[in-house]
């Protein structure tokens, strides 16, 4: 019962006991009556101040362990998601699976370039790829793709035909973004060979490299 309305209860007891009979004569009745409202009073006034710091205790508790247990998720949120944006980490999941080979033709071989290799990976990435591999090799925000004499470097090791390019994301999406009008597939099958297949678990690895 809130303070205001416990005094004002006991104040009107004291107003019914002070016009009560046999309390007119008796002023030791009403002294030790009013000495007991005010102690009651009293001590309802430290159990009050006493439940608000135990509650103020308990929130700061649990505010704080609340507040720890927040921070030390979102870090780790935030640290798996700079690992997996870096390639630290292998990932599996639906996509697609590309292989690139050289064609002989016409007594000559025709050899699958860099320049290729790199359509696929740009078709891929503005496709919503999340993670790209070609020939073991992690493909991350500093790989470079170029031609070394005969051979392709990913990641500086050097690699040739056949290329195997893994791509994780919408499998459905990745599949078709490979056979749009004038897209990779279309111009590059006119002098390699290159076969595109969907995966219900793709495993890229890890970025190998320091």
């Known amino acids: 019962m809130p303070m205001a309305a416990l005094a004002a209860?006991?104040?009107?007891?004291?107003?019914?006991?002070?016009?009560?009979?046999?309390y007119e004569r008796s002023e030791g009745g009403v002294a030790e009556l009013d000495a007991r409202a005010?102690?009651?009073?009293?001590?309802?006034?430290?159990?009050?101040?006493?439940?608000?710091?135990?509650s103020e205790e308990l929130w700061k508790a649990e505010s704080a362990k609340f507040?720890?247990?927040?921070?030390?998720?979102?870090?780790?949120?935030?640290i798996e998601a700079l690992r997996r944006s870096a390639g630290l980490t292998e990932l599996k999941g639906p996509g697609v699976r590309i292989t690139l080979a050289n064609r002989a033709q016409e007594g000559a071989l025709l050899l699958v370039s860099d320049e290729d290799v790199l359509q696929i990976i740009n078709e891929l990435n503005?496709?919503?790829?999340?993670?790209?591999?070609?020939?073991?090799?992690?493909?991350?925000?500093?790989?470079?793709?170029r031609r070394a004499g005969d051979f392709v470097s990913?990641?500086?090791?050097?690699?040739?035909?056949?290329?195997?390019?893994?791509?994780?994301?919408?499998?459905q999406t990745l599949y078709a973004a490979m056979f749009l009008y004038g897209g990779a597939v279309e111009r590059l099958e006119r002098w390699v060979d290159i076969r595109v297949e969907m995966g219900e678990e793709i495993s890229v690895p890890a970025y190998r490299g320091a």
């Open 126 to 145: 503005a496709s919503g790829a999340e993670a790209l591999a070609i020939n073991g090799e992690r493909f991350i925000a500093t790989t470079e793709i």
């Open 154 to 171: 990913i990641n500086a090791r050097h690699y040739s035909a056949p290329f195997e390019i893994l791509a994780i994301g919408n499998a």
């Open 67 to 78: 507040s720890e247990a927040e921070a030390t998720r979102y870090l780790e949120e935030q």
């Open 38 to 54: 005010r102690q009651l009073l009293a001590d309802n006034e430290i159990l009050n101040q006493r439940v608000e710091a135990l």
């Open 9 to 22: 209860v006991l104040g009107l007891f004291c107003a019914l006991l002070l016009k009560n009979p046999l």
